[in-house]
């Protein structure tokens, strides 16, 4: 597993209800690896990794010779030889429909009448927060009520989490792919997948959404999962659409109450069909038909 930086430099910016367009590309464009996660009340909050020569004082004149509005950053420093393995969210077992998640830092696999699911996972990846858990209780239910499928897309893998459960509750079956625009997820899912033993049902493909022609020429799925963020799941839902075989499940998550009705209608306007829709606190998950 290779590491982001051996060092680097944290730059957390204060949460904002909206980046503009222009800030969040200069974001990409400025540093290697740009992240987006959500406050409680909605709000996103940045954070990049720069190198550790990053120049504070240097950058804020950029941003004012562009005239751009970006808010407010602190700096940490983060020095690890293994960032990722240092900062493995040691998270307790818990159990969620038909799966118990636990991390790789138990000695053994707690007792339990579920299927197991152990995974590495570091503070990127989120293998317990409350997306994660809707959209492994919608798994659980799509068990009892489609077809097994044969080829899953999950868009956005992370951890790979949903992968392996999936090949997990339909009994290593189904063929699936797991893609992340992020090369340390895609090194954390293989390993994941080997933990798990399913690493022969799972591809890890290293694409910026449906970039990477492995995808498509792959198509169609039965189902696809995409635990994302709410602009990513607008962008990428005409080529989600495309790629699902007829009647096949399109399980998305990653937004927030005051965007629910937006990225449903968005789906909706394509030919999706609603089926459910998911609560947990302030995060929302759907669960469509094509």
């Known amino acids: 597993m290779h590491n982001i930086k051996p060092s680097c430099k944290l ?12 800030e969040a590309e200069f974001l990409e464009e400025t540093f290697d690896v740009t992240t987006i996660d959500y406050t409680d009340d909605g709000f996103e909050k940045y954070t990049c990794y720069a190198k550790l ?20 950053f602190e700096e940490e420093i983060l020095e690890s030889k ?20 636990y991390g790789i830092h138990e000695a053994s696999c707690p007792k339990t009448d579920k299927i197991p699911v152990q995974v590495y996972a570091a503070t990127a990846f989120g293998s317990e927060h409350a ?15 489609a077809p097994a499928p044969q080829k899953i897309l ?35 899912t293989q390993n994941n997948a080997v933990t798990n033993n399913v690493e ?24 696809i999962f995409a635990n994302i963020l709410a602009n ?23 937004f927030i109450e005051n965007q629910e009705q937006d990225i449903i209608n ?4 394509l030919g999706f069909k609603l089926i459910k829709t998911y609560k947990n606190e302030n995060w929302r998950a759907a669960l469509l038909q094509k």
């Open 266 to 269: 968005t789906h909706l306007s």
């Open 82 to 101: 293994n960032w990722l393995k240092e900062n493995v969210i040691k998270f307790p077992p818990y159990e969620i429909g038909a799966f118990l998640i």
């Open 131 to 145: 997306t994660t858990q809707m959209c492994l209780s919608a798994i659980t239910e799509l068990r009892q009520t």
């Open 11 to 22: 730059i957390r910016f204060s949460p904002v209800e909206q980046m503009p367009e222009r």
């Open 53 to 72: 020569d990053f120049n504070a004082a240097a950058f804020k004149t950029q941003i004012k010779s562009l005239n751009l509005s970006l808010p407010e």
């Open 232 to 254: 990513p799941l607008k962008e990428m839902s005409l080529n989600a659409y495309a790629s699902l075989s007829p009647n096949g499940y399109y399980l998305i998550s990653g």
């Open 154 to 188: 999950d868009m956005g893998t992370g951890s790979g989490i949903l992968s392996i459960a999936a090949a997990k509750i339909w009994h290593n079956t189904p063929k699936i792919i797991a893609a992340d625009i992020d090369s340390e997820s895609v090194d954390v």
């Open 200 to 223: 022969n049902n799972i591809t890890v493909l290293l694409s910026n959404g449906y970039q990477n022609p492995a995808i498509t020429s792959t198509a169609p799925y039965d189902m």
